[in-house]
């Protein structure tokens, strides 16, 4: 026993960028055998001598530590410092958590890769986003995903083709654990954008047990569930659906999903389903823990589809498939479906793939600039949020100068025309100097943010910071004007269009700045802000056409002023201003430093020009 203990340290000591599991059931199990398949060198920590599942993992490959996964000895003896990739599967999220916490503290030179199990598909949610939100360029990049979660996302896809194809959908879910409403909720998100563009509402059965109390707790907590899904019916038995008829037309039905606990119950519940709509074919997608086993019963051209749930999530490429891979994937797919076309992900080069990753990386960033943040999704029309114009243009800006920093820091320098050999590139320069057509493709990227961060379960979330409130607390202390005018109500009682006017001028502050060679910084390092009769009629005619494009988004139209009906004289050039009218931008102009030091903030060198 001690030569095998001696041998196997010896084994395990010489290895390097291998995959590290710890936990081993089924979760990490799968993940084993997923590993290695991939022809991964895989070492597995159990603190189970006697479990059963050791002799599997083995059989596979693997080399099986026994020991403690959150004891920094016992990660050192499984080489976790120079492994490139943990995955954290105990049956324990605390237990989870102190791995993930253990591995971060591990002196080591390589960058890991660590996905950490959360079974509070909650808990994982806002995990999620603390990681997508604060990026930490550390050697240990955290993901965490719940099985449940990922597996729910994959049923909505395989049901969805079925669905969209037909004029009066209804689904059928049998069973409400984490597994069945995950898929209900799933189903349910994805359809509002089909309800938004005229689509009827999804019909939907539930057959669980205690139904009726499972759709009115999802109610409950999702408001927008009732305008994209209709539970027409919710029965606490297969049998009691039976007998109210809800088989009784095949053709009624377009898809079931079977999500019960077992995989034996599960089949069976298929099995019976599929016989009971023979008619009509529909597809049946069946949740089990595995693809084989029980599922290779099932017939080729049967419709019930065994769902194989750890074979499909527990897998080498879910390993590095993490919520920012997730962002940056249907940040290029949904540009890719804008522009109508664009080289699939799968084909990318490494180093495209690495720029869409950072892309990704940037987005926290960014939307503090206009006092938002990111949150686990919970209205599900986020997919819908508009940045003001000012927004699109700051935002847009920001990701060039950092897809140009980061291009730079590649090696890469301008160069026209482009030569990829040479790492030379035509829009390697200043944002005024590309040209028209590659700035509309950077402000598209920011436009669409909002559903890829939708589709990989994130929203936007406004904060308005100070300087959107004083722009507004100025607007109101002004003298003169209506005192009737909506716009100066208390922030809480403003309307949520005004609020966005406050919004776009205040994101349009550092575009202004940006032509004085300026940005906002702490007021202890502001510089003096002084205007000659040039910049200030060059920012003022700046904030007039920052105003028309907001209105113009807005719907507005040139007419008498006239704000039930959107109308105004003022969407004309700046020349056609009068000059009281011009007078007026010039004012905001002239207070930004006001505006600033109420933030606690003042205008800085911009670093682009020291």
């Given at each position: 026993?001690?030569?095998?203990?001696?041998?196997?340290?010896?084994?395990?000591?010489?290895?390097?960028?291998?995959?590290?599991?710890?936990?081993?059931?089924?979760?990490?199990?799968?993940?084993?055998?997923?590993?290695?398949?991939?022809?991964?060198?895989?070492?597995?920590?159990?603190?189970?001598?006697?479990?059963?599942?050791?002799?599997?993992?083995?059989?596979?490959?693997?080399?099986?530590?026994?020991?403690?996964?959150?004891?920094?000895?016992?990660?050192?003896?499984?080489?976790?410092?120079?492994?490139?990739?943990?995955?954290?599967?105990?049956?324990?999220?605390?237990?989870?958590?102190?791995?993930?916490?253990?591995?971060?503290?591990?002196?080591?030179?390589?960058?890991?890769?660590?996905?950490?199990?959360?079974?509070?598909?909650?808990?994982?949610?806002?995990?999620?986003?603390?990681?997508?939100?604060?990026?930490?360029?550390?050697?240990?990049?955290?993901?965490?995903?719940?099985?449940?979660?990922?597996?729910?996302?994959?049923?909505?896809?395989?049901?969805?083709?079925?669905?969209?194809?037909?004029?009066?959908?209804?689904?059928?879910?049998?069973?409400?654990?984490?597994?069945?409403?995950?898929?209900?909720?799933?189903?349910?998100?994805?359809?509002?954008?089909?309800?938004?563009?005229?689509?009827?509402?999804?019909?939907?059965?539930?057959?669980?047990?205690?139904?009726?109390?499972?759709?009115?707790?999802?109610?409950?907590?999702?408001?927008r569930l009732d305008a994209s899904v209709r539970v027409v019916a919710a029965y606490d038995t297969?049998?009691?659906?039976?007998?109210?008829?809800?088989?009784?037309?095949?053709?009624?039905?377009?898809?079931?999903?079977?999500?019960?606990?077992?995989?034996?119950?599960?089949?069976?519940?298929?099995?019976?389903?599929?016989?009971?709509?023979?008619?009509?074919?529909?597809?049946?997608?069946?949740?089990?823990?595995?693809?084989?086993?029980?599922?290779?019963?099932?017939?080729?051209?049967?419709?019930?589809?065994?769902?194989?749930?750890?074979?499909?999530?527990?897998?080498?490429?879910?390993?590095?498939?993490?919520?920012?891979?997730?962002?940056?994937?249907?940040?290029?797919?949904?540009?890719?479906?804008?522009?109508?076309?664009?080289?699939?992900?799968?084909?990318?080069?490494?180093?495209?793939?690495?720029?869409?990753?950072?892309?990704?990386?940037?987005?926290?960033?960014?939307?503090?600039?206009?006092?938002?943040?990111?949150?686990?999704?919970?209205?599900?029309?986020?997919?819908?949020?508009?940045?003001?114009?000012?927004?699109?243009?700051l935002l847009a800006i920001m990701e060039h100068d950092r897809w140009r920093s980061w291009k730079?820091?590649?090696?890469?320098?301008?160069?026209?025309?482009?030569?990829?050999?040479?790492?030379?590139?035509?829009?390697?320069?200043?944002?005024?100097?590309?040209?028209?057509?590659?700035?509309?493709?950077?402000?598209?990227?920011?436009?669409?943010?909002?559903?890829?961060?939708?589709?990989?379960?994130?929203?936007?979330v406004r904060d308005d910071g100070l300087v959107v409130r004083a722009i507004h607390e100025i607007?109101?202390?002004?003298?003169?004007?209506?005192?009737?005018?909506?716009?100066?109500?208390?922030?809480?009682?403003?309307?949520?269009?005004?609020?966005?006017?406050?919004?776009?001028?205040?994101?349009?502050?550092?575009?202004?700045?940006?032509?004085?060679?300026?940005?906002?910084?702490?007021?202890?390092?502001?510089?003096?802000?002084?205007?000659?009769?040039?910049?200030?009629?060059?920012?003022?005619?700046?904030?007039?056409?920052?105003?028309?494009?907001?209105?113009?988004?807005?719907?507005?139209?040139?007419?008498?002023?006239?704000?039930?009906?959107?109308?105004?004289?003022?969407?004309?050039?700046?020349?056609?201003?009068?000059?009281?009218?011009?007078?007026?931008?010039?004012?905001?102009?002239?207070?930004?430093?006001?505006?600033?030091?109420?933030?606690?903030?003042?205008?800085?060198?911009?670093?682009?020009?020291?």
């Open positions: 026993l001690l030569f095998r203990d001696r041998l196997l340290s010896a084994k395990i000591g010489r290895r390097r960028d291998h995959a590290v599991v710890c936990g081993l059931g089924d979760r990490g199990l799968a993940f084993v055998r997923s590993l290695r398949a991939d022809e991964r060198d895989v070492t597995v920590i159990d603190s189970d001598a006697e479990n059963d599942l050791v002799l599997a993992a083995e059989a596979e490959g693997a080399l099986v530590l026994i020991g403690d996964a959150r004891d920094p000895a016992i990660l050192r003896r499984a080489r976790a410092d120079r492994a490139a990739d943990l995955v954290a599967v105990s049956g324990d999220d605390g237990i989870n958590a102190e791995i993930a916490a253990a591995v971060q503290e591990l002196p080591r030179a390589g960058h890991l890769h660590a996905l950490v199990h959360v079974t509070d598909p909650t808990l994982c949610a806002l995990l999620q986003t603390e990681e997508l939100a604060v990026r930490r360029d550390a050697v240990v990049g955290l993901d965490f995903f719940n099985v449940s979660e990922r597996g729910a996302r994959r049923i909505a896809t395989l049901l969805d083709p079925a669905l969209a194809a037909s004029d009066s959908p209804r689904v059928v879910i049998l069973g409400t654990g984490a597994l069945g409403t995950g898929t209900l909720l799933e189903l349910g998100r994805r359809w509002l954008r089909r309800v938004t563009d005229g689509a009827p509402p999804l019909e939907a059965v539930v057959i669980a047990s205690a139904a009726d109390e499972a759709v009115e707790e999802l109610r409950r907590q999702y408001v297969e049998a009691e659906a039976a007998a109210a008829g809800t088989w009784s037309d095949p053709y009624a039905i377009t898809a079931v999903a079977v999500c019960l606990d077992g995989d034996a119950a599960g089949l069976r519940a298929a099995l019976a389903v599929q016989e009971r709509l023979r008619a009509s074919p529909v597809p049946i997608v069946v949740g089990l823990e595995h693809g084989g086993g029980l599922a290779a019963a099932v017939a080729d051209d049967s419709p019930v589809v065994p769902f194989g749930l750890l074979d499909e999530v527990c897998t080498a490429t879910a390993l590095r498939q993490g919520t920012l891979e997730e962002v940056a994937r249907n940040l290029h797919r949904t540009y890719n479906a804008t522009i109508g076309s664009g080289t699939p992900w799968d084909e990318l080069t490494a180093a495209d793939r690495q720029s869409a990753l950072e892309q990704a990386a940037a987005i926290a960033p960014k939307l503090a600039a206009i006092d938002g943040h990111l949150a686990p999704l919970s209205d599900w029309d986020a997919a819908g949020f508009r940045f003001t114009p000012a927004e699109v243009e730079s820091n590649q090696g890469w320098s301008y160069g026209d025309p482009t030569d990829r050999k040479r790492k030379l590139n035509r829009n390697l320069r200043d944002w005024e100097e590309l040209d028209a057509d590659v700035q509309d493709a950077n402000r598209e990227l920011i436009r669409i943010l909002p559903i890829a961060l939708a589709d990989a379960g994130q929203q936007i607007y109101r202390a002004e003298d003169g004007g209506d005192p009737d005018d909506p716009a100066r109500l208390p922030w809480a009682e403003l309307p949520e269009p005004l609020r966005d006017s406050c919004r776009d001028q205040a994101a349009h502050i550092p575009l202004k700045l940006r032509v004085l060679g300026l940005a906002i910084g702490a007021a202890a390092d502001a510089v003096p802000f002084a205007l000659d009769d040039e910049q200030l009629e060059t920012l003022a005619r700046m904030e007039h056409d920052r105003w028309v494009a907001q209105r113009r988004q807005d719907g507005w139209t040139p007419g008498p002023r006239d704000i039930a009906a959107r109308t105004t004289p003022y969407l004309v050039p700046w020349e056609a201003l009068s000059e009281e009218m011009q007078e007026w931008d010039r004012i905001f102009v002239r207070r930004i430093p006001e505006i600033l030091a109420a933030a606690g903030l003042g205008a800085v060198p911009h670093p682009a020009s020291s």
